[in-house]
């Protein structure tokens, strides 16, 4: 199955109601830690979310989350250790300053900031792991799909 | 062209239960580059992995995707299969379709379609992963300890009774910490200099033991197995190798009237002094701030002022001039063994709300002292000469009162945590106080009795029932000196009734804090400690001495409060974990480090101001004749730890990090 026709398969005209799909950029040592405690503790979420692992939150270059929207995402959760807590000392406190930059980009860009959730989520936080999943897919779901990528493709000859 | 093989697991029915896992294969079995798709009930069991080894051989697979439980769980197990097939490990990955999917969805559907997009996103990944091997760093087998208390001293012994040389470093005149303080411990009132000054002497003539005491850790360079430690000796004043420890130095110090720390401020010392007749090694330091030598030309005056001690010393030790000096120790691995200091209420200041206790004027009433002082006072060698005597008058006290939880366990103090070895050590001041005043009542105002240990609470028993001390449930809400009495109103939860009395002396069982200057030394080390300035294990469970930087570990009570035996118990375990370290000529590592470009680096380092490691350097490229043509950043593998950070931070894109490239993530996120 071509990527493109996997898109067309879950376009939200298939589902009954707009199911987003949420991209989510986590760190390997708190917040995939977390939730695979989310898994062991059997916390139930929706299931919307695909992760993609890094070593670190510092790791996440904006272009992955840009790639992301472009690729279809309707949201993305960005998240990794508590600041204090990060594995490699102070990544997350990079992250956290990238990550405050990126939003006055997208606010300038006319990308609702409310598809985008930075979050800390340490290897504890299983609980945490499962609200903060279902809270931005509400909350994405609430904005509808981001077509404007699509449409500025359409656009553009 | 890609050979990829995906193997989809059942897990039992953990997986398979929500999973359609025979969809899962079989959709991934039409991916391009996918070449050999299958599920299987247990893919960890021996026949699991053999389907794996198989399939690499009979398939000739370039990569390996196993779609399964969490990478933490098992990425080792197929890794190590797939290396036993004869191909790189590192080519292969795990998709996480249990504990990030069947264990948290209940729709068959939307699981099966998750794990498919899953596993199609790290199949994409696996396709540009490349081949990697382990890096391979050298190690000294030697460590470093820092902290002379019973745990540092432990941990020395141990490490160097194994076979390996051990730095001990410890920034008092002497070795032996608080144990040394101490009259007799818990539960077996056997005197604690008995004990201990044994292995403070074999740990001083130990010869694989080089011992640096009045020296503090001034900065550490390096990673695992290669750490490079600066220690700074500070001026003792004193030769080491000449003096002979004879003390006619301190005999003729004119400056006699100053408050022992040994003793808790309760006895006196001189300004050259040993801190305590058993101190190890018997060398006295002088205090520069209380000599009248150092005082006299600190005030610019240029008259020789006092000097007898250097005129009494028959072997010309004493030297004034001395420097601090700075030297440099290589070590493999480093213990941290700062141990504690006690609550001080009436002067801890350093945050406001450790301020409080006014209500006890500690400090202020006379008579009213902490657990260290009752120590010095019940001990043998302490001011007393072991006699239970008021500091004031010198009286002998009839009656003494015991407050418990003095900070521990009062957020409001700024101390949430209990401090674990009060309970212990009030119930043996109690037993000491009445083998020594056998007409004298003790009176323990406590919160709850936590007496957890082999021993303990048939401890705390005895001193109820056969020594007498009466213990009341409830706080103390002041005291104050009415004549020659304290007086002390409370309340008794219990009976619900308020209580006011009378005692001669009141001993406060303050909390445990960390030592001033832990968040210092841990920025030293980059390890990561509390909100309190303890230092924080790596697993509070799983792995309780190490820290979160490798080849760093933690002994005693600068991890949290603990008492000797779990402080000693805590040592020997750090000594054979770095036992282990040091058993090996080599030190193997996961090989996902930075690399640099060269061809595009344009040398604006931003990767090296982001980096918390300093593993970034400055490489000067060259031509043929040695001309310096341009300057471009470099990582050193040894030191990387693989964040990540400084990639993200690339303007020109420079960097890659081998497993997580670039081209890794982006096809996974195109696969998404």
Sequence with gaps: ?157 | MSRIGVFVCHCGENIARTVDTAAVAQECGKLPGVIHSVDYKYMCSDPGQLMVKQAIAEHKLTGVVVAACSPHMHEKTFRRATAGAGLNPFLCEMANVREHCSWIHESRTAATEKAIDATRMIVEKVKRNAPLSPIHIPVTRRALVIGGGIAGIQAALDIADGGREVVLVEKEPSIGGHMSQLSETFPTLDCSQCILTPRMVEAFQHPRIKLYTYSEVESVDGYIGNFKVTIRKKARSVDEANCNGCGACQAVCPNKKIPSEFDAGLGKRSAIYVPFPQAVPNIPVIDRERCSYFRAKAKGSTKVVCGKCAEACGKGAVHFDQQDTLVTEDVGAIVVATGYRLYDIGKDQDSELLKGYGEYGYGTVPDVIDGMQFERLASASGPTAGKILRPSDGKEPTSVVFLQCIGSRDPSKGIEYCSKICCMYVAKHTMLYKHKVHHGQATVFYMDIRAAGKGYDEFTRRAIEEDGARYVRGRVSRLYRDGEVIKILGFDTLSGEPIEMDADMVVLATAMRPQAGMAELAQKLSVSYDKHGFINEAHPKLRPVETNTAGVFVAGACQSPRDIPDSVAMASATASKILGLLSNEQLEREPTVARVDESTCSACFHCERVCAYGAVEHKDIRDRSGNLVRVVASVNKGVCQGCGTCLATCPSKSLELDGFTDAQIHAAIMAF
């Design chain 1, 1 to 157: 199955m071509s990527t493109a026709t996997a898109i067309e398969n879950k376009s939200p005209a298939s589902a009954g109601r707009f199911e987003p799909r949420i991209a989510a950029f986590v760190c390997n040592w708190c917040t995939y830690t977390g939730a695979d405690l989310a898994g062991t503790s059997r916390v139930q979420m929706m299931p919307n979310v695909r992760m993609v692992r890094l070593p670190c939150t510092g790791r996440i270059d904006t272009a992955f989350i840009i790639k992301a929207f472009e690729r279809g995402a309707d949201g993305v959760i960005v998240s990794g250790c508590h600041p204090g807590d990060c594995h490699y000392s102070e990544g997350n406190y990079h992250a956290r300053r990238r990550f405050a930059m990126f939003k006055e980009l997208m606010n300038f860009m006319g990308i609702d900031e409310r598809r985008v959730t930075f979050s800390w989520v340490s290897a504890s936080e299983g609980r945490k792991w499962g609200d903060v999943v279902d809270e931005t897919i509400e909350r994405v779901r609430a904005l509808g799909p981001f077509d404007d990528y699509k449409t500025l493709l359409e656009e553009t000859p």
